[in-house]
Structures are given as C-alpha cells and as structure tokens.
C-alpha cells in the first residue's frame, strides 16, 4: 500500500473519530434519556451490577440503519 494512500486513510479515521466524539459529547450534554428508557435493563445486587440497554440499543440501530441509508443513496448519485 503506498504510503500516502495509508495516510489519507488514518486521517480520514480520525477525522471520523473526532466527528463521533463530538456527537456523543453533545448528545450526552442535550439530557436525552438514552439508557434510561422503559425495557431498559436493570440488576444491582451486592457483589456488582449489569445494565443492558435494550431499548436504548434497538432506537439508535434504527436511527443509523435510516440515516447510513440515506448517506448511501446520496453518495451513489
């Protein structure tokens, strides 16, 4: 692979990192009740705790699924 090619890859990676970043920075500054939502699971005990956050997980592949579709679509005009 010629270097520069492997540059612009790392770059576009961590321009994509920072991108993410920022969204889950402002989402989790915008007090949305993700992970806190009904059927999100629950258990504290003594010895330690589990969370899974089913709702949660089903809402945002939904609104990825919708929105990596639409990136798709407008990429292949």
């Not at 915008?30 to 504290?44: K, N, T």
Request: glycine residues 12%.
């Amino acid at each position: 692979m010629d270097p520069s090619a492997l540059g612009k890859i790392i770059v576009a990676l961590g321009l994509s990192l920072i991108v993410i970043g920022g969204l889950v920075w402002a989402l989790g500054r915008a007090d949305l009740p993700l992970g806190r939502l009904p059927g999100d699971i629950r258990i504290e005990g003594e010895r330690g705790s589990c969370y899974a956050p089913i709702v949660t997980m089903i809402i945002l592949s939904v609104v990825l699924t919708i929105v990596l579709n639409i990136v798709i679509r407008l990429l292949n005009r």
